[in-house]
């Protein structure tokens, strides 16, 4: 479903982000890309999703395609309604709005009624503490809460790829388990290719297909999620397993 090919991507002309990426995301796969701060993953999603120009950033070589579409140098309007969507690292939910009216501005751009209302019941049906906490300004709720609606949002459009970035940064361990818990029935049940960019590498690996790891804006590994959990630099380095020879 996407495709990236020797992706290039600078920031300010100076600063190298992303070196040379390649990577394949199958349609109606969890895909996992793991890395330390500064690795690249964020910068990764931002060209994906169009909105790289907001940070200043530019891709110098290669290209994304979504679809045997190019996506490279499209409006990040034009990419949701392509089914690409993204919900970014913290948030970034409307926070005087209710739960409800940030549902709604997710599917401002869905004019199919009968789309809407499907997926509006879809994410009720995902997310009861939301249904229940409706007419709740966003800003009020857990963090937990908040992705969850971060991540509700994102759904309201139909996103056939959805890009997730570190959805369980902040969260405590009960919040981060019924988050990922809903990725993966989210996947299992609708079909909803995803990609996840997460430094919890276990969580990350645990419900993924297939995983790319990132260092210094390079793939360094990639594999089936089984092989990466079983390698020794990822144990060592991602995992918290000590002691591996």
């Known amino acids: 479903m996407l495709s990236i090919d020797s992706l290039r991507v600078t920031y300010g002309g100076a600063v190298e982000a992303v070196r040379g990426v390649t ?7 969890v895909v996992a890309v793991l890395g330390s701060n500064g690795a690249g993953k964020s910068t990764l999603l931002r060209t994906i999703s169009g909105t790289l120009r907001l940070h200043r950033g530019r ?3 290669g290209s994304v395609q979504f679809d045997g579409d190019v996506l490279t140098g499209r409006d990040p309007g034009q990419i ?10 913290g948030r970034r939910i409307f926070g005087r709005l209710t739960v409800e009216e940030n ?3 997710g599917g401002m751009g869905n004019r199919d009624r009968a789309a809407k209302a499907a997926a509006h019941a879809r994410v009720q049906d995902l997310f009861p503490v939301l249904a229940e906490r409706s007419g ?7 963090g937990g809460e908040q992705q969850m609606l971060a991540i509700a949002r ?10 997730l970035d570190e959805p ?3 969260l405590a361990p009960l919040y981060v388990r019924e988050i990922f818990k809903i990725i993966e029935t989210l996947n299992r049940e609708t079909g909803t290719t995803i990609l996840l960019v997460e430094q919890n590498a276990n969580m990350a690996l645990s419900i993924a297909d297939y995983g790319y790891v990132l260092r210094n804006g ?3 590994l990639h594999g089936t999620s089984d092989l990466l959990r079983n390698n020794e630099e990822v144990q060592r380095s991602y995992l918290g397993v000590r002691g591996v020879a």
């Not at 990577?23 to 796969?29: A, L, N, S």
């Not at 994102?154 to 890009?163: D, E, G, I, K, Y």
Request: charged fraction near 30%; hydrophobic fraction near 45%.
């Open 136 to 142: 709740q300004r966003a800003g009020l709720l857990s």
């Open 59 to 61: 891709v110098d070589e």
């Open 168 to 170: 369980s940064l902040g």
């Open 103 to 105: 549902l709604r501005a």
């Open 23 to 29: 990577m394949e995301v199958p349609d109606g796969k």
């Open 80 to 89: 949701v309604r392509r089914g690409v969507v993204q919900v970014p690292e």
């Open 218 to 220: 390079r793939v360094v």
């Open 154 to 163: 994102a759904l309201m459009s139909r996103p056939r790829l959805l890009l």
